[in-house]
């Protein structure tokens, strides 16, 4: 039997297969497997940046607040039991993460010319108009409170339905529509001169 | 079964209108995305809103927050100073000055000295009376910190925490700090701020300074 052989097709194998889910690796985490919770962070550390980036504005305190979620994810996995997606265990602890963090350290003071300040930068014609519009959706994020930017996000961005984001932000799902109207209709109003351009 | 909100309890129209992202996104249950795709059929406002609703979809997929904030502050060091239209006078004048990320990029020593002379236009417009029987003044800043962009939150905290500093103000997009200290240790307790590593600049601000 050529035993080399078949091993070098189970590494083969190994490496073309998925990811173990979430719930598996979460359960190892909760038994203390590090390269499981090597592999968790790897998942999720994107998604996570970019999420608290939404929320928070300073990439110190985003490092902080992610560093400081991933370490309640390992000492706590135990506790994780299964009635929600882990994604939305791990993206909850990360919410109230921020939340706290944002108590201690409110927004910081914003450019008071940002909005009206023309860009001077050369652009081709065809990449002018995307360039504005793109422009204008992040001036009109600026203006959403966290809590808007973070279901806004959470819907467009990360995909998630609305009960899942009632989930991870603790508040009744008639909120979260609730927020996510109101925060299209502002996001709406302040794109405003370039929306035909979107239709 | 699905909860209706006070949104969709204005009918059909506005049940649709409020889930309309998350049928975008292929996140309804199929009772509901039944309902939103009959009233789509015969609302010309609520499609007009489902092809916003996919061109947001697409914007966000394609925007980074991490980059964007990394080139505004990029951006802000190279970028001139605007024209203001009016001239505010006074700390706010001296706080919106501080506040601008391009001042990050200036040398200590200007930085310093555009922070005494920011501080006289301060102390001039200090009132010197104090009405009787009103509630006793916030205490007032008396310095500026700013801190160096490796320093960490805890960094800040620490620092301050150290030189009993309470923050009056801040932090900025480049880090900086209105804050107060005792008065009477303020020289002692600014040195002790600047030599600590992580500190830019400490600057008394109200035009008192030694």
């Given at each position: 039997m050529n035993w080399p052989g078949i091993a070098r097709r189970a590494r083969a194998e190994a490496a073309r297969s998925p990811a173990p889910d979430d719930r598996a690796l979460l359960a190892r985490v909760a038994a203390g497997d590090l390269q499981a919770f090597e592999r968790l962070y790897r998942l999720y550390q994107p998604r996570l940046s970019r999420f608290l980036t939404t929320l928070l504005r300073r990439p110190q305190l985003i490092e902080e607040v992610l560093d400081d979620t991933m370490m309640v994810v390992w000492q706590t996995?135990?506790?994780?039991?299964?009635?929600?997606?882990p994604s939305t265990w791990i993206f909850a602890i990360a919410y109230r993460k921020a939340h706290k963090a944002r108590l201690r350290w409110p927004d910081p003071v914003e450019d008071p010319e940002t909005d009206t300040r023309v860009s001077d930068d050369p652009a081709p014609d065809d990449e002018l108009d995307h360039q504005r519009l793109h422009d204008s959706l992040i001036r009109a994020m600026d203006q959403l409170s966290a809590d808007h930017r973070a279901v806004v996000d959470l819907t467009?961005?990360?995909?998630?339905g609305y009960r899942e984001i009632a989930e991870i932000v603790d508040c009744p799902v008639d909120t979260v529509k609730t927020r996510m109207f109101h925060a299209r209709r502002r996001l709406k109003q302040a794109i405003g001169g370039s929306l035909a351009d979107w239709l | 079964m699905p909860n209706y909100s006070s949104l969709d309890q204005g009918g059909p129209h506005d049940e649709a209108e409020s889930l309309l992202p998350w049928y975008a996104t292929g996140q309804l249950e199929a009772a509901e995305r039944a309902r939103v795709e009959r009233h789509l059929y015969s609302c010309a406002a609520c499609r007009e809103q489902l092809t916003l609703e996919r061109r947001l979809i697409g914007e966000f997929q394609a925007t980074s927050p991490q980059l964007e904030s990394e080139w505004a502050r990029l951006k802000a060091q190279i970028a001139p100073p605007p024209v203001r239209p009016a001239r505010p006078s006074g700390l706010a004048e001296l706080w919106s000055i501080l506040s601008r990320?391009?001042?990050?990029?200036?040398?200590v020593a200007q930085l310093a000295f555009l922070v005494v002379a920011a501080s006289l236009l301060v102390s001039l417009s200090r009132p010197d009376y104090h009405a009787l029987g009103s509630a006793p003044a916030p205490a007032a800043a008396n310095a500026i910190v700013m801190f160096r962009a490796q320093a960490t939150q805890k960094d800040v905290g620490d620092a301050l925490g150290a030189a009993g500093a309470s923050i009056v103000g801040g932090p900025t997009a480049t880090g900086a700090y209105l804050v107060h200290v005792d008065p009477a240790r303020r020289q002692a307790l600014l040195a002790r701020l600047q030599a600590n590593?992580?500190?830019q600049l400490a600057q008394p601000v109200d035009g008192d300074s030694p």
């Open positions: 996995a135990d506790r994780f039991r299964g009635s929600s997606k467009y961005f990360h995909g998630l | 990320p391009a001042v990050a990029t200036l040398a590593g992580d500190v």
